[in-house]
């Protein structure tokens, strides 16, 4: 546990300033995984998830297949209505109608590249309520899917859904004790989310040198299996953070961020997601913060 009571209160602090000169709202969880101990800011508070969901897909996608209702190696043929109708981030929009790949990597581009086109395959495979199901199962008492990612002319119309950072502190909690399907399939969904290609909202303030290896054939020092996720005014990332001192698990939430709508749009569409948006910096800053209580300012 702490050391001292003075530690997790000046965190507290840290974040309330953090929030203070944001503006938007924050929901922050994380948890050392060896001492237990626990940052916990508003991460009860509701919360849209974004793409960070996609990791519930993923989890019942690799319960059905253990449980033998299809095998991960099983083809599965894009759905043209999905293709041409379904937009936002992924590659698989664009590439030939006909295609056809493997489940495992249809679930390989929903995570690191965050595919919508592959989502919406995965859950008509195994189900929306499935889905929400699982989340409930796994102790996610906040978190539900409403419907599948947007499709053109649907963004108003139904809210994709809703979910929390302690929800996701949960699941990652459970991915990092093998309790997700089993330790074979929770060791897979991790080593496929290590390969995630978005994790500036966790690594963009780490030590550089922690991060990015001299050597580029070679391992960083400090690794991350997460999942992020970005729409008007939100952005979230969760997941592992793999350092030598300790493991710990990161649920970094924001909402009603104003500066990522156009102030001169009234129908409130993004801004360009650039890189001094404030919504790209307060995860980040965030993610250092707890970087630097749990694996110590000495680290880097």
Known sequence: MWTRRDERMEIIE?????????????????????????????????????????TVVLTEVFRQADKGQFSLEDPDQLAQESRERTFGSGVLRDLSPDLTLSVRDMCVLMMIVSDNVATNQMIRLV????????????GMRRTHINRPMIHVGEEAEIPFGETSALDFGI????????????????REMLGIMLGNHYKTDILRYLPPDRIRPKDPASQPIVRVASKSGTTIGVKCSAGIVYAPECDYVISLFSRNCTDAVSVV????????PTVDNENQLVLPRVSRLIYDAFVGKSAG
């Open 127 to 138: 189900g929306l309520d499935n889905i929400n199901e699982m989340a409930q199962r796994l």
């Open 14 to 54: 840290n974040l309330i300033e953090i929030e203070g000169r944001f503006s938007g709202d924050l929901g922050i969880y994380a948890r050392r995984m060896d001492t237990g101990e626990t940052i916990h800011y508003r991460a009860e508070e509701p919360n849209p998830p974004a793409s960070t969901v996609k």
């Open 265 to 272: 749009d009234e129908d409130c569409s993004d801004r360009p």
């Open 171 to 186: 699941l990652f909690e459970a991915l990092y004790r093998g309790e997700v399907v089993s330790p074979e399939a929770s």
